[in-house]
């Protein structure tokens, strides 16, 4: 089976029309058989010149580390709190708080709108 670097080189080479994807096909068999590198086939089958894949390696390289570092920022972004979170593209959810329980009168007061009194209690006597 080809290493994931050797099938983004190959696929690499397909999309810069250096080679076909039959030949990509048969350049993978043949890598299945002997274990050579997937460039050397490419080139051993004259199909690039070594200048050819050494820039193909170049885009390559230049990929793979653009993806790591990728990877890397997303493991390190904080994930948004959940008000933020969005419930449609577009949209913000909103998360309300839960009541407030009065555990000495045992009921429940929701929150109401900002400047609204509060609960109503008994003065002390």
Do not use: C
């Not at 051993?44 to 010149?49: P, S």
């Amino acid at each position: 089976m080809a290493a994931p670097n050797g099938r983004l080189l190959g696929r690499i080479a397909v999309q810069a029309k250096l080679i076909t994807m039959d030949q990509l096909a048969e350049a993978t068999r043949q890598q299945g058989r002997s274990g050579a590198r997937l460039g050397d086939i490419f080139v051993g089958n004259g199909w690039v010149t070594p200048e050819q894949l050494e820039k193909l390696l170049e885009i390559q390289r230049k990929l793979l580390a653009e993806h790591a570092a990728t990877r890397a920022l997303e493991r390190e972004a904080p994930s948004p709190p959940p008000q933020a979170q969005a419930a449609w593209p577009g949209e913000t959810q909103v998360f309300h708080e839960p009541p407030v329980v009065d555990t000495d009168a045992r009921a429940a007061t929701p929150p109401g709108p900002p400047g609204a009194p509060g609960p109503v209690s008994e003065a002390p006597g």
